[in-house]
Protein backbone atom coordinates (compact mmCIF):
# COMPACT_ATOMS: atom_id res chain seq x y z
CA UNK A 1 0.00 0.00 0.00
CA UNK A 2 1.24 3.69 -0.90
CA UNK A 3 -0.18 5.93 2.10
CA UNK A 4 -0.50 8.94 -0.31
CA UNK A 5 -2.77 7.20 -3.02
CA UNK A 6 -6.00 7.42 -3.43
CA UNK A 7 -7.26 4.20 -4.34
CA UNK A 8 -4.67 2.58 -1.73
CA UNK A 9 -7.29 4.62 0.42
CA UNK A 10 -10.19 3.77 -0.81
CA UNK A 11 -9.01 0.06 -0.69
CA UNK A 12 -8.09 0.10 2.45
CA UNK A 13 -11.76 1.76 3.94
CA UNK A 14 -10.80 5.20 4.37
CA UNK A 15 -12.39 6.53 1.98
CA UNK A 16 -15.50 5.85 1.05
CA UNK A 17 -16.83 4.97 -2.63
CA UNK A 18 -19.80 3.23 -4.49
CA UNK A 19 -18.32 -0.59 -4.63
CA UNK A 20 -19.67 -2.33 -7.20
CA UNK A 21 -17.16 -5.91 -6.48
CA UNK A 22 -14.43 -6.69 -4.26
CA UNK A 23 -12.04 -9.72 -3.73
CA UNK A 24 -9.18 -10.50 -2.20
CA UNK A 25 -7.20 -9.44 -5.33
CA UNK A 26 -9.37 -6.84 -6.97
CA UNK A 27 -11.75 -3.92 -5.50
CA UNK A 28 -14.43 -2.26 -8.07
CA UNK A 29 -15.90 1.25 -7.55
CA UNK A 30 -18.06 3.50 -9.10
CA UNK A 31 -16.06 6.93 -10.72
CA UNK A 32 -16.88 9.88 -9.33
CA UNK A 33 -16.36 11.57 -12.51
CA UNK A 34 -18.60 9.34 -14.82
CA UNK A 35 -18.08 9.44 -18.86
CA UNK A 36 -20.52 7.29 -19.79
CA UNK A 37 -24.29 5.94 -17.98
CA UNK A 38 -21.95 2.55 -16.50
CA UNK A 39 -18.30 3.93 -15.82
CA UNK A 40 -16.70 1.74 -12.99
CA UNK A 41 -12.52 1.48 -11.96
CA UNK A 42 -11.06 -1.99 -11.25
CA UNK A 43 -8.09 -1.59 -9.03
CA UNK A 44 -5.73 -4.24 -8.20
CA UNK A 45 -5.54 -4.36 -4.56
CA UNK A 46 -1.78 -4.59 -5.03
CA UNK A 47 -0.21 -0.48 -5.50
CA UNK A 48 0.94 -0.78 -9.38
CA UNK A 49 1.69 2.72 -10.31
CA UNK A 50 1.37 2.49 -13.84
CA UNK A 51 0.69 -0.43 -16.01
CA UNK A 52 4.38 0.13 -17.37
CA UNK A 53 5.37 -0.26 -13.68
CA UNK A 54 3.94 -3.84 -14.06
CA UNK A 55 6.64 -7.03 -13.38
CA UNK A 56 6.30 -10.18 -15.03
CA UNK A 57 5.03 -11.17 -11.48
CA UNK A 58 2.33 -9.15 -11.66
CA UNK A 59 0.70 -10.54 -14.89
CA UNK A 60 -1.56 -13.13 -13.81
CA UNK A 61 -2.83 -10.23 -11.50
CA UNK A 62 -3.54 -7.94 -14.40
CA UNK A 63 -5.36 -10.86 -16.08
CA UNK A 64 -7.45 -11.00 -13.14
CA UNK A 65 -8.52 -7.82 -13.23
CA UNK A 66 -9.37 -8.28 -16.62
CA UNK A 67 -11.41 -10.79 -16.33
CA UNK A 68 -13.27 -9.59 -13.36
CA UNK A 69 -13.69 -6.39 -15.37
CA UNK A 70 -16.05 -8.37 -18.08
CA UNK A 71 -17.60 -9.87 -15.43
CA UNK A 72 -18.40 -7.09 -13.83
CA UNK A 73 -19.28 -5.41 -17.07
CA UNK A 74 -21.72 -8.19 -17.71
CA UNK A 75 -23.27 -7.58 -13.87
CA UNK A 76 -23.68 -4.10 -14.82
CA UNK A 77 -26.07 -4.64 -17.86
CA UNK A 78 -23.11 -3.23 -20.22
CA UNK A 79 -21.84 -6.97 -21.04
CA UNK A 80 -22.51 -6.73 -24.83
CA UNK A 81 -20.74 -3.81 -25.43
CA UNK A 82 -18.88 -1.60 -23.30
CA UNK A 83 -14.94 0.10 -23.41
CA UNK A 84 -12.17 -1.24 -21.67
CA UNK A 85 -9.76 1.36 -20.96
CA UNK A 86 -6.00 1.65 -19.51
CA UNK A 87 -4.23 5.27 -19.13
CA UNK A 88 -0.42 5.02 -18.43
CA UNK A 89 0.92 8.35 -17.56
CA UNK A 90 -0.41 12.29 -17.55
CA UNK A 91 -0.26 12.91 -20.89
CA UNK A 92 -2.91 9.87 -21.38
CA UNK A 93 -4.88 10.63 -19.01
CA UNK A 94 -4.07 9.09 -15.93
CA UNK A 95 -4.66 11.00 -12.89
CA UNK A 96 -4.63 8.71 -9.79
CA UNK A 97 -1.27 6.14 -10.11
CA UNK A 98 -2.59 3.60 -9.19
CA UNK A 99 -2.90 1.04 -12.41
CA UNK A 100 -7.07 0.36 -12.73
CA UNK A 101 -9.05 -0.28 -16.08
CA UNK A 102 -12.31 1.84 -17.04
CA UNK A 103 -15.42 0.01 -17.70
CA UNK A 104 -17.19 2.51 -20.09
CA UNK A 105 -20.88 1.65 -21.28
CA UNK A 106 -24.26 2.37 -21.80
CA UNK A 107 -23.38 4.67 -24.63
CA UNK A 108 -22.18 4.71 -28.15
CA UNK A 109 -18.09 5.40 -28.19
CA UNK A 110 -16.57 7.47 -30.84
CA UNK A 111 -13.29 6.18 -32.42
CA UNK A 112 -10.39 7.18 -32.21
CA UNK A 113 -10.83 8.21 -28.58
CA UNK A 114 -8.90 11.41 -27.61
Known amino acids: MDET ?14 KVYEDETVVAFR ?3 PQASTHVLVVPRKHIPRIVDATEDD ?4 GEVAYR ?12 SFRMVVNNG ?3 GQSVFHVHFHILGGRR ?3 PPG
Open 109 to 111: MGW
Open 31 to 33: DIN
Open 5 to 18: CLFCKIIAGEISSD
Open 90 to 92: ADA
Open 59 to 62: SALL
Open 69 to 80: AAQIARKEGVGD
